[in-house]
């Protein structure tokens, strides 16, 4: 298990902006894609972004593209999501996750490891 570290989850408003981390140990995460998750209340959990080992690759949701930005410090073992122009709809619990490998996947099953979450509330 790989313990990841988040941060930077709260409560906003809408239309405010707010910027997740997500921190692993060691060069755990230098050579694997990293991504994040959601969970709302209510809903299943669904796919938000996703970045290669390298960064050259990133992927977002249709509900979060040009507002969402993912990327990716290897030097510091982070990874990070800038979330902007957020909506009531962005509220949930966001989770950090770890790849098996260095491809970015949409598909949660190609992730090893989560984060315990952060919470994200955006009211309106």
């Known amino acids: 298990q790989v313990p990841l570290v988040e941060s930077g989850g709260g409560s906003v408003q809408t239309g405010d902006s707010l910027k997740l981390s997500c921190a692993a140990p060691?060069?755990?995460?230098?050579?694997?894609?990293m991504g994040w998750f959601r969970r709302a209340p209510g809903k299943e959990r669904e796919f938000v972004a996703a970045?290669?080992?390298?960064?050259?690759?990133?992927l977002y949701a249709d509900s979060v593209k040009e507002r969402f930005t993912i990327s990716k410090d290897n030097t510091k073992n982070a990874v990070y999501l800038q979330m902007n122009v957020l909506g009531p709809e962005d509220t949930a619990v966001y989770s950090c996750?770890?790849?098996?490998?260095?491809?970015?996947?949409?598909?949660?099953?190609?992730?090893?490891?989560w984060g315990q979450g952060t919470q994200v509330t955006v009211s309106s």
């Open positions: 060691g060069n755990t995460i230098r050579t694997r894609a």
């Open positions: 970045i290669s080992w390298g960064g050259g690759v990133t």
């Open positions: 996750v770890v790849g098996r490998n260095g491809i970015a996947y949409i598909d949660e099953s190609e992730y090893d490891y």
